[in-house]
């Protein structure tokens, strides 16, 4: 759902063997919040930290610290649930997601503008449920926004170049971090039980 990612929801099909799939037994609203957890810029941070090569382990992925279906409120899965299927649902293979998350309409154009939009508002969702305050959000984004342009760390330069390129400007930073200021003047903070 991200530029930076590990995971995918993907129709029924066939694939190669260095692809792993996870099937979750739980109700399509957590998977659905499991999709976004896994495919945001906070857990994409961690697991990069983690990953030596080019290939995320099963036993990489059992130790990344992803959000645990019980944790969810039901405002949580109310803000993250209807995100989801505008994100996946762009061809008609994913419809049947789309249909189990509630969602009976003609599947989404692609919208790079929406779309950024949506992931922002993610992003920010879940580096509030890791309880990342601003500058540490901001440090996962561009290190050096935060230590200095002569910081030898980067994070997601590819995505940072590719988008100062495009945009003029590192987009997904600015609408994170908008993103992540509205929600807390919002008030809205995620109520994980059990987690943190």
């Given at each position: 759902m991200?530029?930076?990612?590990?995971s995918?929801?993907?129709?029924?099909?066939?694939?190669?063997?260095?692809i792993?799939?996870?099937f979750?037994?739980?109700?399509?609203e957590?998977s659905a919040?499991?999709l976004?957890?896994?495919?945001?810029?906070?857990l994409?941070f961690?697991?990069?930290?983690?990953?030596?090569?080019?290939?995320?382990?099963?036993?990489?992925?059992?130790q990344l610290?992803?959000i645990?279906?019980?944790?969810?409120?039901?405002?949580?899965?109310?803000?993250?649930?209807p995100?989801?299927?505008?994100?996946?649902?762009?061809s008609?293979?994913?419809?049947p997601?789309a249909?189990?998350?509630?969602?009976?309409?003609?599947?989404?154009?692609w919208?790079?503008?929406?779309?950024?939009?949506?992931?922002?508002?993610?992003?920010?969702?879940y580096?509030?449920?890791y309880?990342?305050?601003?500058?540490?959000?901001?440090?996962i984004?561009?290190p050096?926004?935060?230590?200095?342009?002569?910081?030898?760390?980067e994070?997601?330069?590819?995505l940072k170049?590719?988008?100062?390129?495009?945009?003029?400007e590192?987009?997904?930073?600015?609408?994170?971090?908008?993103a992540?200021d509205?929600?807390?003047?919002?008030?809205?903070r995620?109520?994980l039980?059990?987690?943190?």
């Open positions: 991200n530029g930076p990612q590990f995918a929801s993907i129709p029924a099909f066939a694939i190669a063997h260095t792993r799939n996870l979750i037994h739980q109700p399509v957590l919040a499991f976004a957890n896994v495919s945001g810029i906070p994409d961690v697991a990069r930290q983690q990953v030596g090569g080019t290939h995320l382990t099963v036993e990489m992925v059992k610290p992803i645990p279906h019980t944790a969810y409120s039901e405002a949580d899965l109310a803000f993250i649930v995100r989801v299927p505008e994100l996946t649902y762009t008609h293979s994913m419809a997601f249909r189990d998350l509630g969602y009976e309409g003609a599947h989404f154009a919208d790079e503008d929406r779309r950024a939009q949506l992931r922002s508002e993610l992003d920010a969702w580096a509030l449920a309880g990342l305050i601003r500058d540490e959000l901001r440090y984004l561009d050096a926004d935060v230590m200095g342009p002569d910081y030898p760390s994070t997601f330069r590819v170049s590719n988008e100062e390129r495009k945009f003029g590192y987009r997904t930073g600015r609408l994170v971090l908008a992540y509205a929600l807390l003047a919002k008030g809205l995620p109520r039980e059990g987690y943190r």
